[in-house]
C-alpha cells in the first residue's frame, strides 16, 4: 500500500504530539495532583475532626454552666473542675483561636494550591497551542522545503518510468541559498538528459540496423534458446504472410505449430545447432503460408556476453529458392541468346558465303542441265544440307526471343518440333528415338512461347539423359474439357519411389552421384514455369521402365483464354460430382 512522505510526516508528528501530552498529563497528574488531592483529603479530615471535637467541647461546657447555675451538680469530681477552669482560662481561649486560625491557614493554602493547579492547567493548555502551532509551522516549512520537491521529482520520475524522457524537474533560479534538494534536482534532470540523449542514440541504431537488415533480400531472424523470434526483416514477414513485428515464436510463425517442430517431421537448425555443437547448418524447408515454396536456410550460432553469462541464439538467413529458379531459368535463357548469336556470327557469316558460291554455280553452270545430272544432285543436296545448317541458330534465337514479352497463345505442337530439333542430335547420337505424337486439332495455352519451351527442353534434357540407347522418348498431345493435357514420356531408368516426393525441390539431383549430375533446378524450372502458367504437373514412374511427365494446361481459345488454375479447376469438378 502507498502511502505519500507527506502523510507519513503529519503523521508521525502528530502520534508523537499526542503521545508526549499524554506522558505530561500523566506525570503531572502523578507528581502534582494525586499528591495534592491526598493532602487535602487529609487536612479537611483532619478539620473537620477538630470542629467536631470543638463543637462538642463547647456544647458540654455550655450544659454544665446550666446545670451549675441550676444548681442541679452539687458536687463535680476535680477533672471535670479542671476542664471548666481551662475552658474559662484565656490562654485555653486563645489556643483554640489558634487552632482557628491554623485550620483556616490550611483551608487557604489548599485554595492556593487548587489556584495553582488551575494554572497549571492553563499553562499546559497554552503550551499545548504553541506546540501545535510550531508543529504546523514545521509542516509548512517541511512541505515547502523537502515534500513538494520530493513530489515534482516522483511525478518526473513515473513520467520517465512510462518512457516520456522529455519532462524536467523545475529549479528556482532566483533562489539565494541551494539545498541538497536543489542539487539533487539538478542531477536528476542531467541524468534524464543524459538517458534522453542514450535513448535517442540507441532508437536511431535500432532503427538503422533494423533498415540495414531490411534491405536484405533475404529473410533474417534471430532466435534465442526458448525458439523466441528476437530480430527479424521484413522479407521474413513476407515469406511467413504476417504483419512486421509479430511477436511469435519461429514454429509458430513457419509451421503453425503450439510446439517445436517435431525430428522426424522438420530439421531445426536451433536444434542441431545447440545438440550437435555445428558451427552451421543448411536445410530446405516449406513455409505454412506457401507450402509451394522451398526455402534455404542458413543457420549459425551466436553467444553473447551478458553479465558473464553466455546468452544462445542463432541466426538465420532464409532464401526463397524460387528467386534462384527464376535466376537459372533467365540465366539459361541469356546463355541460349549469347550461344545462338554467336552461332549466327559464326555459322551464317561461313555458311550463307558458301550458300551463295552453290547457288552461283547452279545458276550460271546448272541452268540447262538436267536435274538427273549427278553433279547438279550432288550440289543441290549440299545446298540443301547447308540451309539445314542455318536453321539451326535460327530455331536457338527463336527459343532465347521475346524473354520479356507479354503473354499470348503458345503453339505447343510447334514449340515441341522446335525443341526436339534443337535435341535430335543429341537423342540420335546416344540411339535414342525421339517422336512427337500427333493430334487432331491444334494445342494452345496462353503463356511465353520461351518460357514454354525452356520447360520442354528441361524435360527432354532430363529424358535423354535418363534414357540408355534403343530408347524412345515421345511427346504426346491431348484437349479434353477446356484443358490441354501434355505428356513427356521416356524409356529410362525411372525414379526410385522414395526420391519421387523431392524431385521437384531445388537443388535435389537424382544423378547426383553420377558424370551427368546437374544442379538440381531443371525440375524445379519446370514446375514453376508450370504454375506460372496456372498449370498443374505430376510424374509416374516405375524403376527400370520409364517415367512419364504429366502436363495440364488450361486451354487458350480465340474468343476467351482459360485462365483457370487446373488443380482449383479438378476440385470443383470433383465437388460437382
Not at 47 to 76: D, P
Not at 250 to 268: I, M, V
Not at 469 to 491: L, Y
Amino acid at each position: 500500500m502507498f502511502i505519500s512522505l507527506n502523510k507519513k510526516i503529519l503523521y508521525t508528528i502528530a502520534i508523537f504530539f499526542i503521545l508526549t501530552c499524554a506522558i505530561f498529563v500523566y506525570s503531572f497528574y502523578i507528581v502534582y495532583g494525586q499528591k495534592f488531592q491526598e493532602e487535602g483529603q487529609l487536612n479537611l479530615l483532619n478539620t473537620r475532626q477538630f470542629s467536631e471535637l470543638n463543637f462538642e467541647n463547647v456544647t458540654l461546657r455550655q450544659e454544665l454552666n446550666t446545670l451549675l447555675q441550676k444548681k442541679e451538680v452539687t458536687q463535680l469530681s476535680p477533672n471535670v473542675m479542671e476542664i471548666l477552669r481551662y475552658n474559662q482560662d484565656p490562654r485555653s481561649l486563645n489556643e483554640i483561636t489558634t487552632e482557628h486560625k491554623r485550620v483556616e491557614e490550611i483551608i487557604r493554602n489548599y485554595n492556593s494550591r487548587y489556584n495553582s493547579f488551575a494554572r497549571a492547567g492553563k499553562v499546559t493548555l497554552i503550551s499545548t497551542f504553541l506546540i501545535i502551532l510550531l508543529i504546523i509551522i514545521l509542516g509548512i516549512l517541511l512541505r515547502k522545503w523537502i515534500l513538494e520537491p520530493i513530489d515534482k521529482l516522483s511525478h518526473i520520475s513515473d513520467l520517465a518510468a512510462a518512457g516520456n524522457l522529455s519532462q524536467r524537474v523545475e529549479l528556482n533560479n532566483n533562489c539565494l541559498f541551494e539545498d541538497e534538494i536543489d542539487k539533487l534536482a539538478q542531477a536528476f534532470n542531467q541524468m534524464l538528459e543524459n538517458l534522453n540523449n542514450s535513448f535517442n542514440e540507441i532508437q536511431q541504431k535500432e532503427k538503422f540496423q533494423q533498415a540495414l537488415i531490411n534491405s536484405i533480400p533475404d529473410g533474417i531472424r534471430v532466435i534465442d534458446g526458448d525458439y523466441n523470434i528476437i530480430l527479424a526483416n521484413n522479407a521474413y514477414y513476407k515469406q511467413i504472410n504476417a504483419p512486421a513485428g509479430s511477436g511469435l515464436k519461429c514454429y509458430e510463425s513457419c509451421q503453425n505449430l503450439t510446439h517445436p517442430c517435431p525430428e522426424s517431421s522438420f530439421s531445426c537448425p536451433l536444434r542441431e545447432i545447440r545438440k550437435n555443437k555445428k558451427e552451421s547448418i543448411k536445410v530446405i524447408q516449406q513455409f505454412r503460408a506457401f507450402p509451394n515454396r522451398h526455402l534455404s536456410i542458413n543457420a549459425a550460432p551466436l553467444i553473447i556476453d551478458d553479465a558473464g553469462q553466455d546468452k544462445f541464439y542463432i541466426v538465420e538467413a532464409i532464401r526463397d529458392l524460387s528467386d534462384d529458379i527464376k535466376f537459372s531459368h533467365q540465366q539459361k535463357l541469356s546463355s541460349l541468346g549469347f550461344l545462338s548469336t554467336s552461332i549466327a556470327h559464326e555459322m551464317k557469316n561461313s555458311l550463307g558465303s558458301i550458300r551463295m558460291i552453290i547457288e552461283n554455280i547452279l545458276s550460271k553452270y546448272y541452268t540447262n542441265v538436267p536435274d538427273n545430272n549427278e553433279a547438279k544432285k550432288y550440289l543441290i543436296m549440299i545446298l540443301e544440307q547447308i540451309t539445314a545448317c542455318l536453321n539451326i541458330p535460327e530455331r536457338l534465337l527463336k527459343l532465347a526471343q521475346n524473354i520479356h514479352d507479354s503473354d499470348g497463345p503458345v503453339d505447343c505442337m510447334a514449340s515441341a518440333k522446335e525443341i526436339a530439333a534443337l535435341l535430335d542430335y543429341e537423342a540420335k547420337r546416344k540411339g535414342i528415338e525421339l517422336q512427337i505424337g500427333k493430334t487432331g486439332s491444334k494445342t494452345y495455352i496462353l503463356g511465353n512461347a520461351s518460357d514454354f519451351k525452356m520447360l520442354l527442353l528441361n524435360l527432354l534434357q532430363n529424358a535423354i539423359k535418363a534414357t540408355g540407347s534403343e530408347g524412345k522418348i515421345k511427346i504426346t498431345f491431348q484437349n479434353s474439357d477446356n484443358t490441354a493435357t501434355i505428356k513427356v514420356q521416356d524409356t529410362g531408368r525411372g525414379i526410385p519411389p522414395q526420391n519421387l516426393p523431392h524431385i521437384f525441390e531445388p537443388f535435389y539431383s537424382e544423378g547426383q552421384k553420377d558424370s551427368q549430375s546437374g544442379t538440381g533446378l531443371g525440375l524445379a524450372i519446370a514446375k514453376s514455369i508450370v504454375e506460372k502458367f496456372h498449370g498443374n504437373i505430376s510424374v509416374k514412374s516405375k524403376e527400370g521402365k520409364g517415367t512419364v511427365f504429366t502436363m495440364e494446361f488450361p486451354q487458350y481459345t480465340e474468343n476467351k483464354p482459360e485462365k483457370t488454375n487446373i488443380k482449383s479447376t479438378k476440385k470443383a469438378n470433383s465437388q460437382k460430382k
